[in-house]
Each structure stands twice: as structure tokens, then as C-alpha cells.
């Protein structure tokens, strides 16, 4: 399993994959090999890893943008992984994002993780930002909710 080395909860994750395969069954041996992220995601591209663990950001926070790069046929992560689904694609293409999660979960093309950012901003007025509700509610009605932000009221000058 390819993994960055320059990412130590990467690392970990290759790990507790690695170990809890071979809890499942001992014949299945994982070798776990660290590769420079642009190795990683070229040989990812080029159809070469079974099995691997990358990063993945959207360029803006909105649900099309992680729906469409992680789950629609097109995508970057399904493109690698040679995997599409009609019906998937069309949820995604309608914007049925419940319905495209749940989808997804039955179909199992990769696994998700959470991996919190390791660099954020926001203006002062943002409330909640260091917040832990903003990760604690992630799943509510099968759908990934991630922030509580809002912003505060003007105060009169």
C-alpha cells in the first residue's frame, strides 16, 4: 500500500489498515511502501496502485466539488481507480447529495477518512472556528455536516 511519507497520519492509517487485514485473515500480507506524492499520484493516474492512501481537498467548500471529485465517474479518485456508476454520477450530476452519499456507501469505491487541515484561516468575526462541534457532528441524517461557523453581529460604530 502506497502512502506519502511526508504525512504521518497517512502513515498511521497505512498501519492500522496493513495490521487489521492481517487480523481478518493472516494470509493478507500488506507491504507498506512510502512514496513521494508525486510518485504516488502518478503511478495512482497510471492504474499501477491496488491499494493507496492520498489527500484530497476541495478547491472550494461546496458539495459539488467534493461530490464530483470523489464520487462522479469523472472525478480524480474515480478515474484512478477505474470506477462508474451510472446511477451514482447521475445523483451527483442532480445534486441529490444524501442520496449520492448513501449510494456511495453501498458501492464502497474507496474509503473516506477525516484528516483535519493543517492550515486554516478566518477573520475575527467568525464565531466557533476552533470549535470541536465543527468535527464532533460529522454523519447527522447520513450526511457529513463539517462547520458551525457563523458570523457575529456588526457592532454598531
Given at each position: 500500500?502506497?502512502?506519502?511519507?511526508?504525512?504521518?497520519?497517512?502513515?498511521?492509517?497505512?498501519?492500522?489498515?496493513?495490521?487489521?487485514?492481517?487480523?481478518?485473515?493472516?494470509?493478507?500480507?500488506?507491504?507498506?511502501?512510502?512514496?513521494?506524492?508525486?510518485?504516488?499520484?502518478?503511478?495512482?493516474?497510471?492504474?499501477?496502485?491496488?491499494?493507496?492512501?492520498?489527500?484530497?481537498?476541495?478547491?472550494?467548500?461546496?458539495?459539488r466539488?467534493?461530490?464530483?471529485?470523489?464520487?462522479h465517474?469523472?472525478?480524480?479518485?474515480?478515474?484512478?481507480?477505474?470506477?462508474?456508476?451510472?446511477t451514482?454520477?447521475?445523483?451527483?450530476?442532480?445534486g441529490?447529495?444524501?442520496?449520492?452519499?448513501?449510494?456511495?456507501?453501498?458501492?464502497?469505491?474507496h474509503?473516506t477518512?477525516?484528516?483535519p487541515?493543517r492550515?486554516?484561516?478566518?477573520?475575527?468575526?467568525?464565531k466557533?472556528?476552533?470549535?470541536?462541534?465543527?468535527v464532533?457532528?460529522?454523519?447527522?441524517?447520513?450526511?457529513?455536516?463539517?462547520?458551525?461557523?457563523?458570523?457575529?453581529?456588526?457592532?454598531?460604530?
Amino acid at each position: 500500500m502506497a502512502f506519502s511519507p511526508s504525512n504521518s497520519s497517512r502513515m498511521a492509517l497505512a498501519e492500522l489498515v496493513r495490521d487489521g487485514l492481517a487480523r481478518v485473515n493472516p494470509k493478507f500480507q500488506v507491504l507498506l511502501k512510502a512514496v513521494p506524492s508525486k510518485e504516488l499520484y502518478a503511478a495512482a493516474e497510471a492504474h499501477r496502485l491496488p491499494l493507496f492512501i492520498a489527500g484530497y481537498a476541495s478547491d472550494y467548500p461546496d458539495a459539488r466539488s467534493f461530490a464530483s471529485g470523489m464520487l462522479h465517474g469523472s472525478g480524480y479518485y474515480p478515474k484512478a481507480q477505474r470506477f462508474s456508476d451510472a446511477t451514482l454520477d447521475s445523483l451527483v450530476e442532480a445534486g441529490s447529495w444524501r442520496e449520492a452519499v448513501k449510494r456511495a456507501a453501498e458501492l464502497i469505491p474507496h474509503v473516506t477518512t477525516y484528516e483535519p487541515s493543517r492550515f486554516t484561516a478566518a477573520r475575527k468575526w467568525v464565531k466557533n472556528f476552533d470549535n470541536d462541534v465543527n468535527v464532533a457532528n460529522m454523519g447527522v441524517d447520513d450526511y457529513p455536516y463539517f462547520y458551525s461557523y457563523s458570523k457575529e453581529a456588526a457592532v454598531p460604530e
